[in-house]
């Protein structure tokens, strides 16, 4: 998935650097040339930063349940299936999909990081909790609430506009 971001992002880049350097060699203005490819160079770079935490992998204590999750905000409400995974030391999977094959979100998280992705987060992020943005907080408090919430049937938690209701 990763490498076919990837791709686009570089062909995209690709398409607007030929359309940049035309339109200057047009106007007959070489050091804007230089400029154009140095930003281009810069946003493109910028894309490939990952992150090098290690997140752990589940392994023969951890647990999983997989049921529903009913998401809510001020535009939108999806019911789709979640399976969550989770160790005694706090790490946390989470995948929330709609029918087969389609992944809406992918968050694995740990006390101090998180890596969330896919359609429904725009995108995605990786980092320190803290520093996660707004729109994003509702997500990563969900690990929290699972720890104490673990072996119930129905888990309901409320952020900001943001509802997320577990059934399993």
Known sequence: MKKVGAIHRIARV????????????VNHRPY???????????????????????FAEPAGDWR???????????????????VVRYSKNGDFELTFSKGAGVTLLALRQDSSFAEIKG???????????????????GWLNLRDKWIRAQD?????????????????
């Open 32 to 54: 804007l040339k230089i400029v154009v490819v140095v930003l281009l160079i810069v946003d493109l770079t910028s894309c490939a930063t990952t992150s090098s935490h290690q």
């Open 64 to 82: 999983m349940r997989s049921g529903q999750l009913l998401y809510r905000n001020a535009k939108t409400a999806l019911i789709g299936e979640v």
């Open 119 to 137: 359609p429904l987060v725009r995108g995605g992020w990786s980092g320190q909790v803290e520093q996660a943005p707004q729109r994003l907080r």
């Open 152 to 168: 119930r049937h129905a888990v309901r938690y409320a952020a900001g506009a943001e509802t997320f209701l577990f059934r399993f």
């Open 14 to 25: 690709a398409r607007v650097m030929s359309l940049s350097l035309r339109a200057i060699e």
